[in-house]
């Protein structure tokens, strides 16, 4: 399996987030992006936010 990423430029919020986490494996970016999504986003950790979270991942590093 190849680097996933997540990056919450390519989703509209408030406090207009620039993060972009990456991992080696989706269930370490998995656990990365709930504890984002919980402390900045203030998400629920539920198992719809991490479904959710999941169709979010793309392969590769995010761009620059």
């Known amino acids: 399996m190849g680097r996933k ?3 919450c430029r390519e989703y509209p919020s408030d406090i207009g987030c620039t ?3 990456s991992a ?3 269930d370490e ?3 990365a992006a709930v504890q ?3 402390a900045v986003h203030q998400h ?3 198992p ?3 479904t959710q979270l999941k169709t979010m991942f793309k392969d590769g ?3 620059a």
Do not use: G
């Open 5 to 7: 990423y997540v990056d």
């Open 19 to 21: 993060v972009a986490l």
């Open 24 to 26: 080696d494996s989706e």
């Open 29 to 31: 970016l998995l656990e």
């Open 36 to 38: 984002h999504a919980v």
């Open 44 to 46: 629920q950790d539920t």
């Open 48 to 50: 719809e936010l991490r």
């Open 61 to 63: 590093a995010p761009p």
